[in-house]
């Protein structure tokens, strides 16, 4: 079974982490929450999410598929500064495994050295920075391993992209259409 793990962070984007985890799962990928911190982990607009696991009891990511950073600026600062978040998407990077990241989550991509040129995220955030390549044009972005997207109102979209990468474009369709998902 495809695996993703999706680390959560205080102060993460609760539209994008609880969208992204629906759609993939509804695709029968097993979505490992995994808390920064925490096992309950309090998102930016108060809603609290129990992790399945913490970040710090993932020993390999053999079996792991992709990593995905839902956004969040407060959510995205921790991301940025954890060791274990930061080492793990350097695994995942040098194993050429795939990355995704939306709204504010490049920036710990950034910091981690594995963002690609070419790239998008929510507005503004592109400031803080230095690869290039940005694009406010697509909401989702694919550059080699690295999937980026927008922001919460491409949460869907950018599930659903993930499906198709992981999955099949059949299961991408049959998705998008019960989502009624046109926009994407």
Do not use: H
Request: net charge negative; charged share 25%.
């Amino acid at each position: 079974m495809t695996k993703v793990l999706l680390p959560l962070a205080s102060g993460f984007e609760e539209i994008e982490a609880i969208s992204i985890i629906d759609v993939l799962r509804r695709a029968g990928i097993e979505v490992i929450i995994a808390g920064v911190d925490v096992d309950i982990v309090e998102g930016a607009n108060k809603i609290l999410v129990k992790s399945d696991c913490l970040i710090s009891d993932i020993t390999s990511i053999d079996n792991i598929d992709m990593i995905v950073l839902p956004g969040g600026w407060g959510g995205t600062k921790v991301l940025a500064e954890n060791e274990k978040v930061q080492s793990l998407l350097k695994d995942m990077d040098s194993k050429n495994k795939k990355i995704g990241a939306i709204c504010a989550a490049p920036y710990a991509l950034e910091k981690a050295g594995v963002l690609k040129n070419g790239f998008t995220c929510y507005p503004s955030v592109e400031d803080e920075i230095k690869t290039g390549g940005y694009t406010s044009k697509e909401s989702v972005v694919i550059s080699e391993n690295i999937m980026t997207s927008r922001g919460p109102a491409t949460a869907i979209c950018f599930g659903l992209a993930i499906v198709k990468k992981l999955v099949s474009q059949e299961v991408y369709l049959q998705l998008k259409a019960g989502l009624l998902a046109d926009f994407c």
